[in-house]
Nanobody, 116 residues
Framework: QVQLVESGGGLVQPGGSLRLSCAASGSISRPNSMGWYRQAPGKQREMVATITNGGTTTYVGSVKGRFTIPRDNARNTVYLQMNSLKPEDTAVYYC??????????WGQGTQVTVSS
């Protein structure tokens, strides 16, 4: 079983920054991909950013140039560094770990609110 524990959400003003963290524990198979999804009220959950254990990244277009997704393989931890935040970034952010040709695991979610 794999557990994902997220931290770092909160309230920030437009233009500000936040860093989310997600630590995975348990029996973690490789290769895998870790990432962040988000869901705003009334909207579908969308992929924000992912990173493989080999370091390949993908980003949704709306966050390119503002968000980065560093990963520490030794600690099975992934981060989401969010800069130049906008009100439309407000959502619950979920950490995920997807084992290639295997199971997917999700964190409990952390709220990010961008408001003045």
């Amino acid at each position: 079983q794999v557990q994902l524990v997220e931290s770092g959400g909160g309230l920030v003003q437009p233009g500000g920054s936040l860093r989310l963290s997600c630590a995975a524990s348990g029996s973690i198979s490789r290769p895998n991909s870790m990432g962040w999804y988000r869901q705003a009220p009334g909207k579908q959950r969308e992929m924000v950013a992912t990173i493989t254990n080999g370091g390949t990244t993908t980003y949704v277009g709306s966050v390119k140039g503002r968000f980065t997704i560093p990963r520490d393989n030794a600690r099975n931890t992934v981060y989401l560094q969010m800069n130049s935040l906008k009100p439309e970034d407000t959502a619950v952010y979920y950490c995920t770990l997807q084992v290639v040709f295997g199971s997917a695991y999700w964190g409990q979610g952390t709220q990010v609110t961008v408001s003045s």
